[in-house]
């Protein structure tokens, strides 16, 4: 399976980005499609994550109330609307699929086999 991460650019604080991820090379409903973000200077982060087997969605507490994770399945692609920014949420974005990864594991790097390339985010003050 392949993945293409899109949508990052440089925003103001307070301005909104919607990222995608299209997903492609195998069925997509199969897989479990998470975010994760890596700072400049940090290691790779949970961002949010759309859990296949049930549909439901989980989110890391720096972003709860603000990203909003969605499927579009005429499109394969799971997007990242993120609004209220602030420079905390500059990073790069990757996006992430497996077909196995357990509801209590979609928040751990090492369980996602296929990753994306990234896409920056730069939110300015």
């Known amino acids: 399976v392949q993945l293409q991460a899109s949508g990052g650019g440089l925003v103001q604080v307070g301005g909104s980005l919607r990222l995608s991820c299209a997903v492609s090379?195998?069925?997509?409903?199969?897989?479990?499609v998470s975010w994760f973000r890596q700072a400049p200077g940090k290691d790779r982060m949970f961002v949010a994550t759309?859990?296949?087997?049930?549909?439901?969605?989980l989110y890391a507490d720096s972003v709860k109330g603000r990203f909003t994770i969605s499927r579009n399945n005429a499109k394969n692609t799971v997007d990242l609307q993120m609004s209220s920014l602030t420079p905390e949420d500059t990073a790069i974005y990757y996006c992430?699929?497996?077909?196995?990864?357990?509801?209590?594991?979609?928040?751990?790097?090492?369980?996602?086999?296929?990753w994306g390339q990234g896409t920056l985010v730069t939110v300015s003050s």
């Open positions: 090379g195998s069925t997509f409903g199969r897989y479990t």
């Open positions: 992430s699929a497996s077909s196995s990864v357990i509801r209590s594991s979609v928040a751990s790097e090492t369980a996602y086999a296929y």
């Open positions: 759309l859990y296949v087997r049930d549909r439901s969605t």
